[in-house]
């Protein structure tokens, strides 16, 4: 069940042949560009490719279903910080059709929790501290309702420049299709 063993064995062989030159750029993103996307394991190498993008060329934020949930959390902190630190100038939210967080069941996930060794206790806990476990653990219904909603919480943040283009996309997985469901404002 380790696989850091493998994982160092390999990694040993990787520096010991400077594999990691090829991969040699700046923190600096190169197409100016910040993408937030799901960690689906199908956009791994999938999104990059279907956007024609190599290493260095974008900062890429990931999460379950490409969501900005909160204008002050994780997410929009790192957007933030690619902007304003990083030479960034312009945001793409990529969802993708067949999502794990669409439909997902904040009970079964509970379920799962217990089942894995999560006491009970903790999880009464946690809904009677003032988090909503339930709301937490909720994906969403439709793509593209949840790509224009991160859209337009990244949009109407207080802290973003004015000049700076918010794209939102939805793609195919399986072909790579990139379809434009929110498109910026060109005159931002």
């Known amino acids: 069940m380790n696989k850091l063993e493998d994982i160092l064995t390999y ?4 520096v010991e042949n400077h594999e990691y030159e090829i991969y040699s750029t700046s923190k600096y993103p190169d197409k100016r ?20 993008l190599k290493n260095g060329d974008a900062k890429i934020i990931k999460n379950a279903g490409a969501i900005v949930t909160q204008p002050f959390g994780n997410i929009m902190r790192s957007i933030l910080v ?8 312009e945001v793409f939210v ?5 999502c794990g967080m669409t439909g997902l069941n904040p009970e079964l996930i509970i379920q799962h929790m217990v089942e894995r060794g999560v006491a009970n206790e903790t999880i009464t806990t946690l ?3 003032g988090l909503n476990l339930m709301r937490w653990l909720t994906g969403f219904d439709n793509v593209r309702d949840s790509v224009v909603n991160s859209v ?4 109407n943040h207080p802290l973003l420049p004015a000049n700076i283009l918010v794209h939102g996309l939805i793609i195919d997985p399986d072909t790579g299709e990139l379809e434009v469901v929110d498109p910026a404002n060109k005159e931002a």
């Open 33 to 52: 560009m910040v993408i937030v996307t799901c960690m689906d394991t199908r956009l791994t190498e999938m999104l990059p490719k279907a956007m024609n």
């Open 82 to 89: 690619a902007l304003y630190e990083l030479q960034a100038d």
């Open 11 to 14: 990694n040993k062989n990787f």
């Open 127 to 129: 809904k009677h501290s």
């Open 152 to 155: 337009s919480i990244i949009r």
């Open 94 to 98: 990529i969802g993708h059709h067949n």
